[in-house]
T-cell receptor, first 114, second 108 residues
Framework: DAGITQSPRYKITETGRQVTLMCHQT?????MFWYRQDLGHGLRLIYY???????DKGEVPDGYVVSRSKTENFPLTLESATRSQTSVYFCASRGAKTGSTEAFFGQGTRLTVV | RKEVEQDPGPFNVPEGATVAFNCTYS??????FFWYRQDCRKEPKLLMSVYSSGNEDGRFTAQLNRASQYISLLIRDSKLSDSATYLCVVASFNKFYFGSGTKLNVKP
């Protein structure tokens, strides 16, 4: 089915481990985003990408790495996970048309760092 | 300063009530505006876009005031199913910035 999917849906990892969260969309949307959501902070932008091989930092990029070798995939890597990175992570995508094009979200990945 | 500010609520209202949410944004160059709805930490979903002239979708009315950098959402005749968190979203240069959300509880 067309859409945007994230994997895994749930992940528990230990402090210091590297973790990669996957995001895949089938619409060929140009823009993709990663957000984290914590109580009291709403959704905060980690990284975004305007196209394959073009990425840029958002509000809270420290401790994260992204890549976008293909338009449809936008993985997020925590190089050395910390407890403060325990959160719900949402991936989103939108088309390139300027104006009021909405962003569509994946179902989220709930990450716990112990 | 946050890009988007919202009153976190919660707003507790009876069924049938009219409720209004407000939101302010800091970047005057912001280009697009939206209200999203989020249920129980599920993924946010678009409720409606917000246009300068104001727009209505059934019981929902959205307003934008660019001069004051202010966005509003009015919900008339509240239903139990309207209980959710409402997120104000502002797009600037293709980045989407979210408010922290306003929680609405509609009671029987």
């Amino acid at each position: 089915d067309a859409g945007i999917t994230q994997s895994p849906r749930y992940k528990i990892t230990e402090t210091g481990r590297q973790v990669t969260l996957m995001c895949h969309q089938t619409w060929s949307h140009s823009y993709m985003f990663w957000y984290r959501q914590d109580l009291g902070h709403g959704l905060r932008l980690i990284y975004y990408s305007a196209a394959a091989d073009i990425t840029d930092k958002g509000e809270v990029p420290d401790g994260y790495v992204v890549s976008r070798s293909k338009t449809e995939n936008f993985p997020l890597t925590l190089e050395s996970a910390t407890r403060s990175q325990t959160s719900v992570y949402f991936c989103a995508s939108r088309g390139a048309k300027t104006g009021s094009t909405e962003a569509f979200f994946g179902q989220g990945t709930r990450l716990t760092v112990v | 300063r946050k890009e988007v500010e919202q009153d976190p609520g919660p707003f507790n209202v009876p069924e049938g009530a009219t409720v209004a949410f407000n939101c302010t944004y800091s970047n005057s160059a912001s280009q697009s505006f939206f209200w999203y709805r989020q249920d129980c930490r599920k993924e946010p979903k678009l409720l409606m876009s917000v246009y300068s002239s104001g727009n209505e979708d059934g019981r929902f009315t959205a307003q934008l005031n660019r001069a004051s950098q202010y966005i509003s959402l009015l919900i008339r005749d509240s239903k139990l199913s309207d209980s959710a968190t409402y997120l104000c979203v502002v797009a600037s240069f293709n980045k989407f910035y979210f408010g922290s959300g306003t929680k609405l509880n509609v009671k029987p």
